[in-house]
């Protein structure tokens, strides 16, 4: 059993090594990145509703090789972690193009255009594998999240609070831009851009000469202050993900490095002193066993190992 075992488990090593030098190969990449934009150019051609009638075979013929292809290439990846399969799943974008690959295998996908399309084009995202920049990028934009949310509450409080002032000002003498709250705020969200922000301000002048401070302190909070909270957050977000893209370098270089190459020294003395222990306890135990009338431990000068270090 244990030989099978090890037959096994030899296989998979030799495998996951022969699978790996083919994956990590810059042929490899170049190929799965021009597979990937022919899938995005297939997405743009069937856009033409010409075309799509004169090529229709063709263009179906395209989309099942693109999709073996890719099928193929996710089992090379899977393989490559033959013999540590954990390490495939941890990867998040391993676990991505899985999902991608997979999901052009599922029943109600297939039989659903719009789905299938849609994830067809989630295929396009695959770029972030081979373009460091664009997944520093995507990466800074999730770790964004939380701080977005934020910053979208305190955006929608204060929309609403200048929204509903708007109304009480504004709404009878602008029933088309403030009749009602929902009016408002699209009005606002609209001058949040700064696009229209001239015309507002002389409809306001109009009304009233207060109207000024209205436009004025919400064009300072909304497009000044909230924005540039915004910016901040996703530049440290940025920064973030530029250092978790550096770590990840660092650890992939140190792990193609022979293991324990740099405490090897350390380690060989640590054998030697369990060695030096085993063979101490040994001979105390051999020393224990003996008659009486032979010499004691203390009579023939062994140290105790109680007095090592």
Same mark, same amino acid.
């Given at each position: 059993?244990?030989?099978?075992?090890?037959?096994?488990?030899?296989?998979?090593?030799?495998?996951?090594?022969?699978? &790996?030098? #083919?994956?990590? $190969?810059?042929?490899?990449?170049?190929?799965?990145?021009?597979?990937? %934009?022919?899938?995005? !150019? *297939? =997405?743009?051609?069937?856009?033409?509703?010409?075309?799509?009638?004169?090529?229709?075979?063709?263009?179906?013929?395209?989309?099942?090789?693109?999709?073996?292809?890719?099928?193929?290439?996710?089992?090379?990846?899977?393989?490559?972690?033959?013999?540590?399969?954990?390490?495939?799943?941890?990867?998040?974008?391993?676990?991505?193009?899985?999902?991608?690959?997979?999901?052009?295998?599922?029943?109600?996908?297939?039989?659903?255009?719009?789905?299938?399309?849609?994830?067809?084009?989630?295929?396009?995202?695959?770029?972030?594998?081979?373009?460091?920049?664009? &997944?520093? #990028?995507?990466? $800074?934009?999730?770790?964004?999240?939380?701080?977005?949310?934020?910053? %979208?509450?305190?955006? !929608? *409080? =204060?929309?609403?609070?200048?929204?509903?002032?708007?109304?009480?000002?504004?709404?009878?003498?602008?029933?088309?831009?403030?009749?009602?709250?929902?009016?408002?705020?699209?009005?606002?969200?609209?001058?949040?851009?700064?696009?229209?922000?001239?015309?507002?301000?002389?409809?306001?002048?109009?009304?009233?000469?207060?109207?000024?401070?209205?436009?004025?302190?919400?064009?300072?909070?909304?497009?000044?202050?909230?924005?540039?909270?915004?910016?901040?957050?996703?530049?440290?977000?940025?920064?973030?993900?530029?250092?978790?893209?550096?770590?990840?370098?660092?650890?992939?270089?140190?792990?193609?490095?022979?293991?324990?190459?740099?405490?090897?020294?350390?380690?060989?003395?640590?054998?030697?002193?369990?060695?030096?222990?085993?063979?101490?306890?040994?001979?105390?135990?051999?020393?224990?066993?003996?008659?009486?009338?032979?010499?004691?431990?203390?009579?023939?000068?062994?140290?105790?190992?109680?007095?090592?270090?």
């Amino acid at each position: 059993m244990r030989d099978v075992t090890a037959e096994m488990k030899s296989a998979g090593e030799v495998l996951a090594r022969r699978c &790996r030098t #083919v994956t990590e $190969a810059r042929w490899f990449a170049v190929t799965v990145f021009a597979l990937i %934009l022919t899938n995005a !150019a *297939l =997405l743009g051609v069937e856009t033409y509703t010409g075309l799509v009638e004169d090529w229709h075979g063709w263009l179906r013929l395209a989309e099942h090789a693109c999709v073996a292809a890719f099928t193929v290439e996710i089992l090379l990846r899977i393989a490559a972690h033959a013999d540590r399969p954990k390490d495939f799943f941890r990867d998040p974008w391993n676990l991505f193009d899985l999902a991608v690959v997979l999901s052009a295998f599922l029943p109600v996908v297939r039989e659903n255009t719009t789905v299938l399309r849609l994830l067809r084009l989630a295929r396009v995202l695959r770029t972030a594998r081979f373009l460091p920049q664009l &997944r520093i #990028v995507l990466v $800074a934009v999730g770790r964004s999240l939380p701080g977005t949310l934020s910053f %979208l509450l305190v955006g !929608a *409080l =204060l929309l609403y609070v200048y929204a509903m002032v708007g109304w009480v000002f504004f709404a009878r003498y602008d029933p088309e831009h403030y009749g009602s709250i929902g009016r408002s705020v699209l009005t606002l969200f609209l001058l949040m851009t700064l696009d229209g922000i001239g015309d507002a301000v002389h409809a306001g002048l109009e009304i009233s000469r207060w109207s000024i401070v209205y436009y004025a302190s919400y064009v300072l909070l909304a497009s000044f202050v909230l924005v540039n909270v915004l910016i901040g957050v996703v530049i440290t977000s940025l920064d973030e993900a530029c250092e978790m893209e550096a770590d990840e370098a660092e650890e992939i270089s140190a792990g193609a490095a022979p293991a324990g190459a740099t405490d090897a020294p350390e380690h060989e003395l640590r054998v030697h002193i369990a060695k030096a222990r085993q063979a101490l306890d040994e001979l105390e135990e051999s020393l224990e066993r003996l008659p009486a009338s032979h010499p004691s431990a203390a009579e023939v000068n062994v140290p105790s190992p109680s007095g090592r270090s």
